[in-house]
């Protein structure tokens, strides 16, 4: 466990595993630029499959049952999200998204949330961000759901740009792209803290529910993904997306289940040993004394 600084900037694995993931960003990135968030967002489950495939395969470890079924649940939920995703709204300019970005609805949203990550950050860090996961992974959760905005923004203003509208013209794409480095800093800060400090395993799981439901929320209330589609469209997503959250909380629950910490023969042997030598020394200790009592 760590002090929650930054010492993982000192180690090389760190930087690789942070190239690995700025990789797989950039393919989310471009993600973003063609479907709604309320369906990219829950299908970032998929690399907690692969994750696990891999690691059966590469790192021999061994995947309990009830990692099987939760990698089930996870695909079951993701196909049903799929399935009954909404439309990506039709955008013709970044000036559009500008305009969902400063309606009411999300400026109340985009408030509370940077109101609340100020009360985290200035008052509740400093006192239990050692001792409270919920605090830094909070942190993140609440910057995401405004950093996944800002991406899809950027992302929709690169695609008309390719397409021959450029959009680089309005400042609007150049504030997104700002916002968009601050929060990107600010959230990798934060969660790089926060598994420095906590375990990986309970991190995982609860910063994905975290992040997953609040950037529902956000582009719920910015893009208005639910307006064009029926309750039961809308149940059947919400189904989909608790589905994934138990395959998740299973996989990582039982993670380590079917990967017991190995024993040397050595060290399962050693007890027996030091029984043994201690029952040899009574013996010897007893035949002693009879010795000495029979001499007097």
């Known amino acids: 466990m760590g002090s929650g600084g930054h010492s993982y900037l000192k180690q090389p694995m760190w930087w690789v595993g942070m190239v690995s993931m700025i990789l797989g960003e950039i393919a989310n990135f471009a993600a973003y630029a063609f479907a709604p968030a309320i369906l990219v967002t829950p299908l970032g489950a998929l690399s907690i499959i692969v994750s696990a495939v891999l690691a059966h395969y590469l790192l021999d470890e061994r995947m309990h049952i009830f990692g099987v079924v939760g990698c089930v649940l996870c695909l079951f939920g993701s196909t049903t999200i799929v399935l009954h995703a909404p439309h990506e709204t039709p955008v013709s300019s970044v000036r559009q998204v500008w305009h969902f970005a400063t309606e009411p609805a999300f400026l109340v949203y985009a408030c509370i949330v940077l109101v609340i990550v100020g009360v985290l ?23 995401g759901s405004l950093t996944v905005m800002c991406v899809k ?8 740009s390719f397409s021959g509208s450029n959009q680089f013209i309005y400042f609007q794409t150049w504030f997104f792209t700002l916002l968009l480095a601050v929060f990107c800093v600010m959230q990798i800060n934060y969660l790089n803290k926060a598994l420095d400090t906590f375990n990986t395993n309970v991190i995982s799981p609860v910063y994905y529910v975290m992040f997953t439901s609040l950037t529902i929320v956000a582009s719920v209330i910015m893009f208005k993904d639910w307006n064009k589609q029926s309750a039961s469209e809308i149940a059947t997503e919400i189904c989909g997306f608790v589905t994934i959250l138990c395959g998740t909380f299973l996989l990582h629950k039982t993670k380590d289940m079917a990967n017991p910490p190995a024993r040397s023969h050595a060290c399962s ?20 004394k009879r010795e000495d009592s029979s001499e007097q």
């Open 121 to 143: 950050i200035y008052r509740y860090v400093p006192r239990y961000g050692q001792t409270h996961l919920i605090i830094y992974v909070g942190i993140c959760s609440l910057m």
């Open 153 to 160: 923004a950027v992302a929709i203003a690169i695609k008309l």
């Open 269 to 288: 042997d050693s007890p027996r040993r030091s029984l043994d030598s201690h029952s040899r020394q009574s013996v010897i200790m007893i035949e002693h």
